[in-house]
């Protein structure tokens, strides 16, 4: 089992329509979550982190957490095609060194369609 | 801010060659990670510096990778010799506080695309 699993896509959606990304992860110690966005041929950037079970906003995009299931989500409202690129789940936990590694998924590719 | 900076930006090399990628950090931060990124296995961690110290080099592929960082606003990864199957894009990224808060945010570099042919 993958540490941090993401369905690679591609997710396609219309312009405007709201888009929906889904990650899981194995470990139960993980303690921060984070979302980044990777354009084709660029280095990924960070969006959206995420530390406590719940949602978070920031403006189009909501981070949703939910420890129990073990589950992070991206909601992305009114779709542009900008918004169109790979999305990648990184999740933290602490490794026998005492500090906290960072694990990616492999992304989800979306594309909005305009 | 100038960013964390990658050099050389595409690489083509022949198989068994030297390859050295160089990485600036962003001044200040005090952690240092090299990733790998392919298509088949997505970003991998390869080895984490904190405070110019190597703290996780367990994603170091082999021994025909190594890394180095000599001071805080330099560091190098190596791989010799080369071979095929390392061509991937090479991110070197860097953080303010490590890993060991939660919350940390991680910057990349722009990578470097090498291909050894």
């Known amino acids: 089992q993958k540490e941090v699993e993401q369905n690679s896509g591609p997710l396609s959606v219309p312009e405007g329509a709201i888009a929906s990304l889904n990650c899981t992860y194995s470990?139960?110690?993980?303690?921060?979550f984070f979302w980044y966005r990777q354009y084709s041929g660029k280095s990924p950037e960070l969006i959206m982190s995420?530390?406590?079970?719940g949602d978070k906003e920031d403006g189009r995009f909501t981070a949703q957490l939910n420890k129990a299931s073990q589950y992070v989500s991206l909601l992305i409202r009114d779709s542009q095609p900008s918004d169109s690129a790979t999305y990648l789940c990184?999740?933290?936990?602490?490794?026998?060194?005492?500090?906290?590694?960072?694990?990616f998924g492999t992304g989800t590719k979306l594309q909005v369609i305009p | 801010d100038a960013g964390v900076i990658q050099s050389p930006r595409h690489e083509v090399t022949e198989m068994g060659q030297e390859v050295t990628l160089r990485c600036k950090p962003i001044?200040?931060?005090?952690?240092l990670f090299w990733y790998r990124q392919t298509m088949m296995r997505g970003l991998e961690l390869l080895i984490y510096?904190?405070?110019?110290?190597?703290?996780?080099d367990s994603g170091m592929p082999e021994d025909r990778f190594s890394a180095k960082m000599p001071n805080a606003s330099f560091s190098t990864l190596k791989i010799q010799p080369s071979e095929p199957r390392d061509s991937a894009v090479y991110f070197c990224?860097?953080?303010?506080?490590?890993?060991?808060?939660?919350?940390?945010?991680?910057?990349f570099g722009e990578g470097s695309w090498l291909t050894v042919v």
């Open positions: 990224a860097s953080s303010v506080r490590g890993l060991i808060y939660s919350g940390n945010t991680i910057y």
């Open positions: 995420i530390y406590s079970n």
């Open positions: 990184a999740v933290t936990r602490m490794n026998s060194g005492g500090y906290q590694k960072v694990t």
């Open positions: 001044s200040g931060h005090n952690s």
């Open positions: 470990d139960r110690g993980s303690q921060s």
């Open positions: 510096f904190n405070n110019n110290v190597p703290i996780d």
